[in-house]
């Protein structure tokens, strides 16, 4: 089995995100992840808040959440390892595009990243922890080509 995942638009976006498939096999393999499963769920404000409120009991609306599965037992299944699922919240992602002046595609991108990261177990929780996961984020980005 190869690496998999599954992207499930609960918006209905109406722009392409086939891109996404180059960058996330960029991460995967300079992580060295094999047989692995993971879901990417396209949100709204209002379903980002909620789980927002629900599991992280910060009652506001966020660009991304990452449920790791692996955080809490190794969660293999006939040798496949079930990293977890990824919300980004599309209204926010472009909002912040529009903020820093990046394209749609370089912000999906770096929330994408962002997300798989840590279903991979890396956090950003101190400064050293940032630097590590940021860097590593923008080096995968510039290898798929996504500039900012």
């Known amino acids: 089995m190869k690496n998999?995942?599954?992207i499930?638009?609960?918006?209905?976006v109406?722009?392409?995100y086939s891109y996404?498939?180059?960058?996330?096999?960029?991460?995967?393999?300079?992580?060295?992840?094999?047989?692995a499963y993971f879901s990417i769920i396209f949100v709204d404000l209002r379903e980002i808040k909620r789980i927002n409120q629900k599991y992280r009991h910060q009652d506001k609306?966020?660009?991304v959440?990452?449920?790791?599965l692996e955080d809490n037992v190794d969660q293999f299944y006939l040798?496949?390892?079930?990293?977890?699922?990824?919300?980004?919240?599309?209204?926010?992602?472009i909002e912040q595009a529009n903020l820093y002046g990046h394209s749609i595609k370089r912000e999906l991108s770096f929330l994408t990243i962002h997300g798989l990261l840590h279903l991979l177990g890396y956090d950003h929780q101190n400064k050293e922890e940032e630097k590590e996961m940021f860097e590593l984020q923008e080096l995968i980005l510039n290898e798929a080509g996504i500039k900012r």
């Open 65 to 68: 959440i990452s449920f790791a």
């Open 20 to 35: 996404l498939d180059k960058v996330i096999k960029k991460a995967l393999k300079h992580e060295h992840v094999k047989n």
């Open 14 to 16: 109406d722009f392409n």
């Open 8 to 12: 499930n638009d609960l918006v209905n």
């Open 4 to 6: 998999s995942y599954i």
């Open 61 to 63: 609306v966020t660009d």
């Open 79 to 93: 040798k496949i390892r079930v990293l977890g699922d990824i919300y980004i919240c599309i209204p926010k992602m």
